[in-house]
T-cell receptor, first 112, second 114 residues
Framework: LAKTTQPISMDSYEGQEVNITCSHN???????ITWYQQFPSQGPRFIIQ???TKVTNEVASLFIPADRKSSTLSLPRVSLSDTAVYYC?????????????FGSGTRLLVRP | DAGVIQSPRHEVTEMGQEVTLRCKPI?????LFWYRQTMMRGLELLIY????????DSGMPEDRFSAKMPNASFSTLKIQPSEPRDSAVYFC????????????FGPGTRLTVL
């Protein structure tokens, strides 16, 4: 049973900015939020990680509000090659057990 | 480094047979994870190891599944006996301690049980 919530799919066009939000109400106090990208027939690939506020690297930005109950992955100026499934990963302390929970994933389609 | 290596890449077997999936993590990584991915259930964590010791196997579906990590460079996931509902892509991932879930995934093994 997934403890995170993401939109099932999103559509965009080349050159646009895409924002994907993940809800994680039971995130562990000391846990980080990590986003992965997965192409067909491949394993997930790490994109970005953060604990709070904003993190930016060469491919994406991650925005985390003060309560940390959600996070937003921002992909600037997407291209066709960004078409993939995006997952957020957080630890979850529901029921006093620590689990590594992948979200259900957001299928991003980038159109020409 | 070659990354996480999994073998075989594809496995087709008949119901009731034993299946063994293999994984070689990235050298120096302390954690190893086994996942299963299906269309219906998405990506599920089955079990993970820290320094070759199983930490959490609560995701293992039932007693037919077992995993071992005899040393830091090798792990196996065994299904015995296999059933058609075990058909899925099985991923192995490894991670360096302190990197807060920055996992490196292998290419996966696509298992088909007839």
């Amino acid at each position: 049973l997934a403890k995170t919530t993401q939109p099932i799919s999103m559509d965009s066009y080349e050159g646009q900015e895409v924002n994907i939000t993940c809800s994680h109400n039971n995130i562990a106090t000391n846990d980080y939020i990590t986003w992965y990208q997965q192409f067909p027939s491949q394993g997930p690939r790490f994109i970005i990680q953060g604990y709070k506020t904003k993190v930016t690297n060469e491919v994406a930005s991650l925005f985390i509000p003060a309560d940390r109950k959600s996070s937003t992955l921002s992909l600037p100026r997407v291209s066709l090659s960004d078409t993939a499934v995006y997952y957020c990963l957080v630890g979850d302390r529901m029921d006093s057990s620590y689990k590594l929970i992948f979200g259900s994933g957001t299928r991003l389609l980038v159109r020409p | 480094d070659a990354g996480v290596i999994q073998s075989p890449r594809h496995e087709v077997t008949e119901m009731g047979q034993e299946v063994t999936l293999r994984c070689k993590p990235i050298s120096g990584h302390d954690y190893l994870f086994w996942y299963r991915q299906t269309m219906m259930r998405g990506l599920e964590l089955l079990i993970y190891f820290n320094n070759n010791v199983p930490i959490d196997d609560s995701g293992m579906p039932e007693d037919r599944f077992s995993a071992k990590m005899p040393n830091a460079s090798f792990s196996t996931l065994k299904i015995q006996p296999s059933e058609p509902r075990d058909s899925a892509v099985y991923f192995c991932a490894s991670m360096l301690a302190g990197t807060h879930n920055e996992q490196f995934f292998g290419p996966g093994t696509r298992l088909t049980v007839l």
